[in-house]
């Protein structure tokens, strides 16, 4: 065999061999599946920039709506960056039972060829990514209207690598500890709301209350963004726990109609505790109910069927509305956007029914007897709380420390969006 013979068999064994590798990558990835991911995770950050916003904004004094945009604008830059550089890794890296390791900073480790499942593996990396900034953006509900943009910036981005991707790592990584448990949390119980939530009060605690409060009027400036920021989350919702399973299948199906079911449940029992007890029905409570049953079926979506999702929802309003009003008044602390209300009391809610209704005819495996699998969900539950909440606070006084929390008198009356942006609005 001649020398052009030789290297036109190595050429034709070369390209084989390359479109073999190519067939392989293409057969790990369904197309479908990454359709409904990328929409998923376009939808999961709608519901940051501008759901989030808009949600509370509109129930912020007129003074303060734009440091409640502002803040969330540079949450989502800020911790965008900050899971590329480290969160991820921290995250999903192979570690131990508590945190992920360090083999994917800057994503290391990770190429366009990497999958997860039949999703590319950057993929997966934006849509938790989308999580990771929603997480951080729901506990400004709690303080706004009294901190400083600096702390507040510096904050998230030390809590974000503490305390949120420790978590994380817990519950949705290989070989963390309540993912070795078998503990269900599909979409963000534990990891989102609880951790949101008592990250908010501890927060809201440690800054303390607002100017006023108790004993002047702080109504919501804007219902009408208020609402339209509730939409944006109530659809949002449905690529938050519909894309968690990261297929376009039955489970994600079912997922959305469960989460439309609790919502539309919990914002009609939130409404008639309201009507019942104050004599009439509000758009506020309508909207903070769908809100509130969505954050309880959050953590059974891929794992309940229609019936329970619906009683999920009805006990989810009752008990919400209790914790942004009664509970609330009864401890004496200023949340100022029952973000702890909310998101705490019904994530802690919705990780206890979820042991309590999960279903195999949904996962298609053996569940758990009911008092064991509650148990591990209590467990979860009071992990995430005593962590989230002893770290935040060590966090937050750091803070404090090194830069002060909270402005100053003046800059709060005159409202931070003019005090700390030079803006205003008209």
């Not at 950050?45 to 904004?57: R, V």
Request: aromatic residues 10%.
């Amino acid at each position: 065999m001649n020398t052009s013979t030789k290297g036109a068999v190595l050429s034709a064994l070369l390209t084989i061999s390359g479109c073999a590798a190519a067939d392989t990558v293409e057969s790990a990835i369904d197309k479908a599946d990454v359709a409904w991911m990328l929409v998923a995770t376009t939808l999961v950050l709608f519901m940051t920039i501008p759901g989030i916003a808009l949600f509370y904004g509109g129930m912020s004094r007129k003074k303060n709506v734009l440091s409640v945009l502002a803040q969330t604008t540079v949450i989502c830059c800020a911790l965008t960056l900050l899971w590329l550089v480290v969160g991820y890794s921290l995250a999903f890296a192979p570690g131990n039972a508590f945190v992920g390791g360090l083999d994917h900073v800057f994503l290391r480790g990770i190429d366009i060829k990497s999958t997860t499942g039949s999703i590319p593996t950057y993929l997966f990396v934006i849509f938790q990514m989308t999580f990771a900034v929603l997480t951080a953006a729901l506990m400004i509900g709690s303080f706004a209207g009294r901190m400083k943009f600096s702390a507040m910036l510096v904050f998230m981005l030390l809590w974000s690598a503490f305390v949120y991707a420790p978590i994380c790592h817990w519950v949705w990584a290989e070989g963390g500890i309540f993912f070795e448990m078998g503990a269900l949390d599909y979409a963000g119980g534990t990891v989102v709301h609880i951790n949101a939530g008592i990250a908010g009060l501890v927060g809201c605690l440690v800054i303390g209350k607002r100017l006023g409060y108790g004993r002047e009027a702080m109504s919501p400036h804007n219902l009408t963004f208020t609402m339209i920021g509730a939409c944006v989350l109530w659809i949002g919702w449905f690529g938050f726990n519909g894309g968690s399973g990261l297929a376009a299948n039955e489970r994600a199906v079912l997922a959305i109609l469960v989460s439309q079911i609790a919502a539309a449940a919990a914002g009609c029992s939130w409404m008639a505790c309201e009507w019942i007890l104050r004599g009439k029905p509000s758009l506020l409570g309508m909207v903070s109910g769908a809100v509130a049953g969505l954050v309880v079926i959050t953590p059974a979506s891929g794992f309940v069927e229609p019936l329970p999702a619906l009683l999920m929802g009805l006990l989810g309003g009752v008990v919400c509305f209790w914790g942004a009003t009664g509970l609330k008044r009864r401890m004496g602390w200023d949340d100022s956007l029952d973000a702890f209300g909310v998101h705490g009391v019904g994530g802690i809610l919705g990780a206890i029914l979820t042991g309590v209704f999960a279903s195999s005819a949904v996962t298609g495996a053996a569940t758990l007897p009911v008092l064991e699998q509650v148990g591990i969900q209590a467990a979860s539950v009071a992990a995430t709380l005593v962590y989230g909440g002893l770290a935040s606070f060590v966090l937050f006084k750091l803070v404090d420390l090194l830069f002060g929390l909270r402005v100053d008198t003046e800059a709060e009356r005159q409202g931070l969006d003019l005090a700390l942006h030079g803006e205003r609005v008209e």
